[in-house]
């Protein structure tokens, strides 16, 4: 399948590479280095710090469980969050290393600059305690200088440690009710260093935090940036030299100031000046400044950079979002830090790939979902023009004491604080789903209310030029510059074609709207000729919404997540049905389709797989669904056509029975070819639901089928094709489990169970969990929270995958089902 052209793909891949170096260039004078290797882990408690640095003896046993090898960024969640058999890890877990630490700055300072850690931390340099942290989002410094100098001035170090600084950090994700998120979020609260950790030398004067304004009006034609610095000043200097430089998207110096400053306390002002036309940035032309403040002079001067944006943004009352002046349908999805095999440690080139697969669905606005998610994240955004949702983790169980308050108040102020020069960010969220109690014996109403004005007027304090938002919680709705309220049609309420007027009568009740979460979710390659059975047991006008106990897979009223096939086929109509009505919403903003990829969660053990949100169109390892092909039909501009089964390899019916064919592309016109006859050429109709009327009604053959499509939009061709199965045979009761090897490559073997009838024939209908055991010198390749990646998984259309690694030697791969013989394959 073709989807993009050289010159998008190049431009994108410069936009990425430049992005990255944001964070490089906001550190360019000190010298920062990641410390990612030479770590141990130890996944309990210590007795105490003196366990972690206590001299071993020759010869003797270590006398706590020994530690293991590890990099950062670690996630000791990595694993156990999918594990079908456990409830995820929550307590104490210890890291340790030693550091060789050498200030090229005379009277400089050493800092220890931790970019999220989940998710309360305390710090040692040997047995002295230098610094604590609660909260697992936010970033944070510990100034390491003192206790460095102290403990170079003792023998341990150098008998010891040999010239090292032993470093020794606790992170802690214990449950604690006092703490935000709650531990009833749809989401884990991981544990671990799972984002990078920075040994930072400054000089003794060098800044903290920059803030630069920068505002244009709606028509492009004046701009105005306002910058102020905060200073880590230990020392207690009392002036300093400053030179400030504004550079252009093209690298051309357009303003340099020279100040002396005196006063170097507090947020100091450094200058407040107009550009005149500036270059705007916009999610097409994400074009981006530079600020650079110099302080100091010779050996101790410090430099800091920051990218900006001129952009100007409304949500017009009742109306449109506006973007530069002209209205933007704001097309999004949501994020979350989580990946197969490692958890929250994404590394930077997973965000890098995950941020240009979003990008590449057609993807202009993002909610990072429901936490202060990495800079580098943001980064991308602004180099990527992905406009941005970001939120304080107050989510879920009601409201705690003053211990719970200052903390969502602190980590408030940090996210903004330390995200505020982005372009793309225009929403600080303020919570989610803060109408879900049980976390406290209380759950007042009005207490809530208040704190949330609270964190209202402290987000305009801190940023005056950004708008607040919540999603679901109608009784704080009009506290908030922008709301969401919850609007689920055809997943836990409702049926998606009432979609529409859903939305229509939100709009009308608060001033501006924004319709983030909606969706369903879909098991990977599990299809379905009848997918929107379910909806007939449906009563319509019962509203659209996700109330208590919806998300269980028992009890209650008729909904789709209880009652429907979870197949690929029915979210794939759900998603091309909403897309193709929010072309015709012209008072819509936008959405935010819930989430981009899979992500794991404690709340959910019963799903297919296990402990897995599965509501995302890529997979926990990036493999895509079908339906990210269905956001690309609608929302990218170059040239694609996806014929909708690529992961579906059998097909079931009559003889002689018409099938529908579907392809998703955002071509004028396609012709469908099914072992090489023209089924005909159709035009491309976005109101012709579904797949805008680019659907054909097939006769296939039994056996194997060739499927092609050509597509035209202008001059440009794309072609996609597939090949299926047809199967007529009818399937009795579940007989049998029947392995297949599939394929063996570079050490991994993949194998395949399938579900047969006491007459051999596959039982497409099949949804039974199977589960996978090995015994030998391989390892099964699970716990990745994906269809393909679970030794506990509901089948898809009668078969299950799962991938061995075989360590060069022999294995039995065993396999099991409620109510049939287990089964074996030897490797």
Known sequence: MINYSLCFNLRLKLVLFLGLGLLAQQISAQQKTRITNDWEFLKQDLGGI????????????????????????????????????????????????RLTIENPYQNGRILLHFEGVGQKTEVYVYTTKVGTHVGGYDEWTVDITDAVAAFKKTEVYSKQFGGKIPLSIRADNSRDLEMIPSDLSDFNLYGGIYRYLNLVYTPALSVDKLFATAEVDAKGKLGKLKV??????????????????????????????????????????????????????????????????????????????????????????????????????????????????????????????EMKMIKDMGVNFIRLGHYQQSSIILNLCDSLGILVWEEEPWCRGGLGGEVYKE????????????????????????????????????????KIRAFMKEQNDLSHRLDPTRKTAIRRCDFCKDIVDVYSPSIWAGWYRGIYTEYKATTETEMKKVKHFLHVEWGGDSHAMRHSENPDNALSKIKPGDGADERAGDASLYGGGARVSKDGDWSESYIVNLIDWHLKEQETMPNLTGTAYWPFKDFSTPVRPENPVPYMNQKGVVERDFTKKESYYVFQSYWITTPMAHIYGHTWPVRWGEKDEKKMVKVFSNCDEAELFVNGKSQGVKKRRSADFPAAGLRWQVSFQEGTNHIKVVAKKGKTIVTDEITQEYQTAKWGKRAKLVFEKLKEEDGVATVQVKLLDSNDVLCLDAEDFVSFGLIGEGKLIDNQGTSSGSRKVGVYNGRAIIRIKTNGGKSMVSVKSEGLPSTFLEL
């Open 228 to 353: 102020k610095a905060r200073f880590h000043n230990p020392g207690k200097a009392t002036a300093t030299d400053a030179v400030l430089k504004l550079t252009d998207p093209k690298g051309k110096v357009v303003l340099t100031k020279n100040t002396s400053l005196s006063n170097l306390s507090g947020d100091v002002d450094i200058t407040d000046f107009e550009v005149k036309t500036p270059v705007v940035w916009s999610t097409d032309q994400p074009n981006l400044y530079t600020v650079e403040l110099s302080i100091g002079t010779g050996a101790d001067q410090y430099k800091i950079s920051h990218k900006i944006g001129f952009r100007n943004f409304e949500f017009v009352e009742g109306g449109p979002f506006l973007l530069n002046g002209k209205r933007l349908l704001l097309r999004g999805t949501h994020r979350h830090e989580d990946h197969a095999g490692v958890a929250a440690a994404i590394t930077e080139e997973m965000m890098r790939t």
């Open 50 to 97: 003196w366990e972690s640095v206590r001299p071993a003896k020759a010869g003797d046993p270590e006398t706590v469980p020994l530690w293991q090898k590890v990099t950062l960024p670690h996630c000791f969640n990595a694993e156990d969050a999918v594990d079908p058999d456990l409830n995820y890890y929550q307590g104490p877990a210890w890291y340790r290393s």
């Open 407 to 446: 903390q969502a108040r602190r980590m408030m102020t940090n996210m903004i604080e330390q995200h505020y020069n982005h372009p793309s960010i225009i929403i600080w969220g303020l919570g989610n789903e803060n109408d879900w109690p049980n976390d406290f014996p209380e759950f007042d109403k009005e």
